[in-house]
């Protein structure tokens, strides 16, 4: 609104929290309406990537005047654990997970450090962690199905704090899979043929009156990609 404000107000990190929502992006479309005093406030949760998010804001008021505004959020913790992994993997590979301890403190720490896989624990240690330094440790894995491999690497420090990631690596079969299809204009009354690969699998026939819907679904199909 004319005069108006937003306001953007950031919390800590839940304290003893498990991340395991990685994206680098986010959206909020809340639509929303300032009181009689030009302001109005919204909560928002990032996804869980300790990172800086450059945040851009669009208003508008009922004469279809726009304004837009960014403001840029740092996410911090002082001391955290964080787990590197594959983007994925193939039935039958062998890969090395690295977790990371960093310590942004003044202080030296005594922590007990955790490797976690499927709900078992396969490492765990007594670590001594000093100030403003960082260590990693690794751990092999074997991608031994064609699923999901889930992983944790947590750390809990003689003081009750504890930190943390999970990632749900997945898992694909040996060979190639590829995707087939058809494109087809039809700007009128048509008929079409279409005989199937005989070795096809699931086949999909679906259509689209708007060209926008098809460019929208190409960019969803991009941010999906798994590679």
């Known amino acids: 609104a004319l005069d108006g404000v937003i306001v953007i107000t950031t919390a800590d ?39 800086g998010w450059q945040t851009y804001l669009v208003g508008m008021d009922k004469k279809n005047r726009f304004t837009k505004a960014s403001t840029f959020t740092k996410s911090f913790k002082p001391l955290l654990a964080t787990l590197s992994a594959p983007q994925f993997l193939i039935e039958g590979d062998s890969s090395e997970f690295i977790g990371k301890l960093v310590n942004y403190t003044n202080n030296n720490f ?14 765990t240690g007594n670590k001594e962690l000093n100030s403003n330094s960082s260590m990693i440790e690794t751990l092999p894995v074997l991608a031994n199905k064609n699923d999901t491999i889930t992983v944790e690497y947590a ?10 990631e999970l990632r749900k690596i997945p898992v694909f079969r040996k060979g ?10 039809l ?12 070795n096809a699998g699931k086949i999909i026939l679906y259509a689209q009156n708007n060209a926008l819907d098809i460019l929208l679904d190409e960019i969803d ?6 590679y």
């Open 155 to 164: 750390i809990t420090t003689s003081t009750g704090y504890s930190d943390g």
């Open 13 to 51: 990190f839940l304290p003893g929290s498990v991340r395991d929502q990685f994206r680098d992006y986010a959206f909020w479309q809340p639509e929303l309406l300032t009181d009689k005093n030009g302001e109005v406030s919204f909560s928002v949760t990032y996804p869980d990537n300790i990172t």
């Open 187 to 198: 700007d009128k009354d048509t008929s079409f043929s279409f005989i199937p690969d005989v």
């Open 221 to 226: 199909y991009l941010k999906k990609y798994p």
């Open 176 to 185: 190639i899979e590829e995707a087939k299809g058809n494109f087809w204009t």
């Open 110 to 123: 005594s922590l007990v450090t955790n490797f976690t896989l499927e709900d078992t624990t396969i490492s």
